[in-house]
């Protein structure tokens, strides 16, 4: 198998036209204390693919308009419904979330925490990183319908 070339900003519009086209979910993406603005543009871009409907930023998570932000999204921001939630929570933008009719699924290691690949997406899901716990701005999470990790698959030490 040879490596392709990367794809360019209308290589990328056709993806994420032809996922569209293909898959028929709702999912939505609570992004709480996300300081890194190139880790943002990724996630965006990520979204966009993979037809995220919406995108709650919780501060000190930067705003879509950061020229880093820009740097690494690639316009792929204009695909997603993006709500900077400025002065707000996590525990908001959960609400948020069930305002615009999803279910939050908060993905941490938890007690409880089913692996990521055991959820249903066939009903609409918003998926939140940061912790129910508030951590990264010290207000504690509504108790969220369900908890999932992503598993390690790295080889044990023995």
């Known amino acids: 198998m040879t490596a392709g070339r990367p794809l360019g900003p209308t290589d990328l519009k056709r ?5 569209r086209r293909r898959v028929d979910l709702r999912l ?15 996630i965006l871009r990520s979204a966009a693919a993979y037809r995220v409907e919406w ?9 879509v308009d950061h020229v880093k932000v820009a740097k690494t999204a690639l316009g792929s921001e204009r695909l ?5 939630l400025e002065g707000s929570s996590g525990a908001d933008a959960v609400r948020r979330a069930a305002d615009a009719g999803f ?11 089913v692996p990521l690949f055991e959820i249903d997406l066939v009903e609409p899901r918003a998926s ?14 509504p108790p969220s319908t369900m908890s999932a990790s992503c598993p390690s698959w790295a080889r044990s030490a023995r």
């Open 15 to 19: 993806l994420h036209r032809d996922w």
């Open 28 to 42: 939505g993406l609570i992004l709480d204390g996300v300081q890194n603005p190139y880790n943002l543009g990724s």
């Open 55 to 63: 995108v709650w930023l919780v501060p000190p998570t930067p705003g």
């Open 80 to 84: 997603v419904r993006v709500e900077a």
């Open 103 to 113: 279910t939050t699924v908060a993905v941490e290691l938890a007690e409880g925490a």
């Open 128 to 141: 939140s990183s940061g912790t129910r716990s508030g951590a990264s701005t010290g207000t504690p999470w």
